[in-house]
């Protein structure tokens, strides 16, 4: 599911021999992808209002009883707002992206996930019904300080 369907063109994702591949966007998005996709076979659905309650529903008409979802946040957000979503399954990754609202850090300009900040020496451990990860961050080489500073004159 892509409003503008800005997925990568070479993916494992679109090998249709492997199972059928479903694409939910809306009308007119990404000319060059779309028939890039459409000439490997997966198929494109075009929803004017594209939204998780939609698909769902576009989904059972096919005779979909069973659907895993995986997303980001946001999307994530609104199919548990739209009642779509029954079971859950989140994962943390050891790395730090930052980001608003309850986030654990703030936004730290990282948009992508390539560009997150990756922990080391990761703990988790149960407390009550949280989590508690601790890892250290994984610091970039800062350079040498001279043995003896110049004097300010």
């Not at 548990?80 to 790395?95: E, L, T, Y």
Request: aromatic share 8%; with cysteine; proline share 8%.
């Amino acid at each position: 599911m892509s409003r503008s369907l800005d997925f990568p063109a070479v993916t494992p994702l679109w090998d249709t021999t492997i199972a059928k591949t479903l694409v939910f966007t809306a009308p007119g998005t990404n000319p060059q992808l779309r028939s890039t996709l459409l000439a490997q076979g997966v198929e494109i659905i075009d929803l004017e209002t594209l939204t998780p309650r939609h698909v769902m529903v576009n989904l059972y008409t096919r005779g979909c009883s069973s659907v895993l979802w995986e997303c980001g946040g946001n999307l994530g957000a609104q199919a548990i707002a739209q009642g779509v979503i029954q079971k859950v399954w989140a994962f943390v990754a050891p790395k730090i992206i930052g980001g608003g609202g309850y986030a654990p850090v703030g936004d730290l300009g990282l948009k992508f996930m390539t560009e997150a900040l990756p922990l080391e020496r990761v703990t988790m451990e149960a407390i009550d019904q949280d989590f508690l990860f601790q890892g250290y961050l994984k610091l970039p080489t800062l350079p040498k300080l001279p043995a003896k500073l110049p004097e300010k004159n």
